[in-house]
């Protein structure tokens, strides 16, 4: 799940400033269960953009914004799309950039894109992956030091967590090494905490 | 007992008691107070160890003001930290300190972009401390980090950081981590419990590596309690605060904790290292009053 999140609506407006019929395109995959690109959300944003003197030609609701075939597939869920002269996207940013290969329209993202996470049990648990390209999750209890570690650090914890567990960069947030080693003390398997890790292969 | 400059190496090879002090750099492009804070305790120390933007507060580099400070008859320690530069900047550091004779360097993973002021910087710690120390060794041997021949290879004395709670012992086998590639030493976060620090020294006793124990002098309880609260790895006991909350003259009073505890500790480890907070106004007092 892609972790998005809505951008103030001060910014969104400025953004399209310059444009009056907006057409919303949701996304009802991550966007969607986060609650930042629903139905709910795009009704919630129509009547915004409205009470702010836009109008708001139509909207529609693909299974996914990050995968759509082509601008007449989209507009066969609502044709008003022909009339907009800029498209609001409430999905990730990998959504308002394949929308954004539809056509020449002026196509303008509503999210901020925080990380690839996930949600367990109701919860939303962002930073699960940092899609480094060359995965050592196992070595880790499952738990990836490279994406939740705010140093991405693959050797063992720094200096900077607090008796107490906590992160240096955050207090309420505990240390991910402390869950590194308390998961694989649990398995049995602290020896894989001796491995030595090379630096990552950049992308 | 007089501490001559260029001792440091010399000492720390033959296994012979060191003493560092730390300094930061500047703030601005004049070494001028740098130089000064260095004066009050020169012919004190081994060598001096300056700061890589530490707390992630942005002055001027190390490398820079190491070459200033040798230049005035200093040996300098230059902390390199994994936070503002990647492998390629690591590298081409390390070969540009190396041709001005800066050969002695403390590295580690460096406080996060998050503590500074320098709020949305991107931190970019590419290699770990563990990795650059492996890179480090891989120069000397001949090779920059992809396996490229370097012509004169560079020789570096090489020390890491450690807190010194046996009890966090993710830290602990990361120090191993490090020391598989060779440490020349071990700097330690500031001590104040000596009984933590002798089990430490305990637990790691089989690398047989040189540890210079931090100590930072305590101006007051206050500052004692903040310490506790807001620095990683400090453990300031109770009746340390007590005395330091009792005493009339409380930056004494915290020289002879200093004294105390270097005093208790010096006979296990082959060093001290000296942060005092802001310059080194007292350090030639604690040295002195702690028989050196």
């Not at chain 1, 409205?50 to 995968?67: F, I, M, R």
């Not at chain 2, 700061?51 to 040996?75: A, F, W």
């Not at chain 2, 990795?131 to 980090?145: A, N, Y």
């Not at chain 2, 942060?275 to 080194?280: F, R, T």
Request: proline share 4%.
């Amino acid at each position: 799940m892609i972790i998005s999140e809505d951008k103030p609506i001060a910014e969104i407006l400025e953004s399209i400033e310059n444009h009056s019929s907006i057409f919303i395109v949701g996304c009802n995959t991550c966007a969607a269960k986060l609650h930042v690109g629903g139905e709910q959300e795009i009704l919630s944003m129509k009547s915004v953009l409205e009470n702010s003197g836009k109008k708001v030609v139509g909207w529609a609701l693909p299974t996914a914004a990050c995968s759509i075939r082509s601008w007449d597939h989209l507009a066969e869920k609502d044709r008003s799309i022909n009339k907009a002269d800029a498209l609001l996207v409430m999905a990730c940013g990998s959504g308002a950039s394949v929308i954004s290969k539809l056509g020449t329209i002026d196509v303008f993202p509503s999210n901020n894109t925080v990380s690839l996470g996930g949600s367990y049990k109701g919860e939303v648990l962002p930073d699960q992956c940092k899609m480094c390209g060359n995965c050592t999750l196992f070595y880790f209890g499952g738990i990836c030091p490279y994406s939740q570690c705010p140093k991405k650090l693959l050797n063992g914890p720094c200096g900077g967590c607090s008796d107490d567990g906590a992160c240096e960069t955050d207090n309420d947030k505990e240390c991910v090494w402390e869950l590194i080693y308390k998961k694989l003390d649990e398995k049995n398997s602290l020896y894989l905490l001796e491995r030595i890790f090379e630096p990552k292969v950049n992308k | 007992m007089i501490y001559m400059q260029g001792s440091f190496v010399d000492k720390i090879r033959s296994r012979n008691f060191v003493i560092t002090a730390e300094i930061t750099p500047p703030k601005g492009s004049n070494p001028f107070n740098a130089i000064e804070d260095a004066a009050l305790i020169r012919n004190l120390v081994d060598a001096i160890n300056i700061t890589d933007n530490n707390r992630g507060v942005m002055r001027m580099s190390p490398i820079s003001l190491g070459k200033v400070l040798q230049q005035q008859g200093y040996e300098p320690i230059i902390q390199m930290t994994c936070r503002d530069r990647n492998r390629l900047a690591l590298q081409s550091d390390l070969l540009g300190a190396a041709a001005l004779g800066l050969k002695n360097f403390c590295i580690m993973t460096g406080d996060h972009v998050s503590c500074g002021d320098h709020l949305g910087a991107k931190s970019v710690y590419d290699l770990d401390s563990v990795q650059l120390i492996s890179m480090i060794r891989k120069m000397e041997s001949g090779f920059d980090f992809s396996g490229n021949k370097l012509e004169d290879p560079p020789e570096f004395i090489l020390g890491a950081v450690s807190n010194i709670n046996p009890l966090k012992k993710g830290q602990m086998l990361k120090l191993r981590k490090k020391a598989t590639f060779g440490l020349d030493f071990i700097q330690t976060q500031a001590v104040y419990d000596t009984e933590m620090f002798k089990n430490f020294c305990k637990l790691i006793g089989d690398l047989e590596t040189p540890i210079i124990a931090g100590i930072i002098p305590l101006k007051s309880a206050r500052m004692a309690r903040f310490m506790n609260a807001n620095i990683p790895g400090i453990h300031i006991d109770g009746e340390i605060i007590d005395r330091l909350d009792m005493s009339k003259d409380p930056i004494q009073e915290g020289l002879d904790i200093s004294c105390e505890i270097i005093k208790d500790i010096s006979d296990i480890c082959q060093g001290i290292h000296l942060m005092p907070v802001g310059q080194h106004l007292n350090t030639q007092k604690l040295l002195k009053q702690a028989g050196f």
